[in-house]
């Protein structure tokens, strides 16, 4: 019973890193390019910024430099250079493996 609870725990640790890094990156990256008509340059870039750590964090590389590009791109008033790395970070992203575990119904 033991070995159950442990394996549990370290399912749901493991789920929680994946909504902490993995998911908040791609529903912050959403927030951004939907609403980056009322967004200045700079709340854009920092929020890039930190979208790149938080793949960085989760070890998907390509996304982190895609999204610390697409930052940099921001001050340099090229709109359609930052809308293109953040199209490919998104792919990206989307291409990266998946560490969340399989969601199974835990019976008491």
Same mark, same amino acid.
């Given at each position: ?57 989760? *070890? ?14 921001? *001050? ?17 992203? *989307? ?14």
């Amino acid at each position: 019973m033991e070995l159950s609870r442990k394996k549990l725990r370290e399912e749901v640790l493991e789920r929680i890193k994946y909504v902490k890094t993995c998911v908040m990156a791609r529903e912050l990256c959403l927030l951004v390019r939907t609403n980056r008509a009322v967004l200045e340059p700079k709340d854009v870039k920092d929020i890039c910024s930190y979208i790149s750590n938080l793949c960085k964090e989760e *070890g998907c590389a390509d996304p982190s430099e895609l999204c610390r590009k697409a930052a940099e791109a921001v *001050g340099s008033k090229d709109e359609a250079k930052y809308l293109e790395l953040c199209a490919q970070s998104c792919v990206k992203c *989307g291409e990266a493996k998946r560490t969340a575990p399989k969601r199974e119904t835990y019976v008491a």
